[in-house]
């Protein structure tokens, strides 16, 4: 999988101390990220990436029924473990 730029649109948007980071797919799907605008950018790119590729497999898995809802516990651990490795340090 190769890796653009293009798709990280960095901070998008702030509220409060809070910045909004978008992540645009090939695919048109957008992830956001709420986090304390203090922080610095250079895990962010990483992170959106890492997910982008978690969400690549898993909606090529052939139980996979496209345009619904990810329903796969092995998913959530997946981010979650991605959240942890992170952005650790915030929680």
């Given at each position: 999988?190769?890796?653009?730029?293009?798709?990280f649109?960095?901070?998008?948007?702030?509220h409060?101390?809070?910045?909004?980071?978008?992540?645009?797919?090939?695919?048109?799907?957008?992830?956001?990220?709420?986090?304390?605008?203090?922080?610095?950018?250079?895990?962010?790119?990483?992170?959106?990436?890492?997910?982008?590729?978690?969400?690549?497999?898993?909606?090529?898995?052939?139980?996979?029924?496209?345009?619904?809802?990810?329903?796969?516990p092995?998913?959530?651990?997946?981010?979650?473990?991605?959240?942890?490795?992170?952005f650790?340090?915030?929680?």
């Amino acid at each position: 999988m190769s890796k653009t730029n293009s798709m990280f649109l960095k901070e998008v948007d702030t509220h409060l101390t809070d910045s909004v980071y978008c992540y645009l797919t090939a695919a048109n799907v957008k992830f956001l990220l709420l986090i304390d605008s203090k922080n610095g950018e250079n895990f962010k790119e990483q992170f959106f990436f890492d997910l982008y590729e978690l969400y690549v497999k898993t909606v090529m898995n052939p139980f996979y029924e496209p345009n619904t809802k990810i329903n796969f516990p092995a998913f959530d651990s997946k981010v979650k473990e991605l959240v942890k490795k992170y952005f650790a340090g915030m929680f």
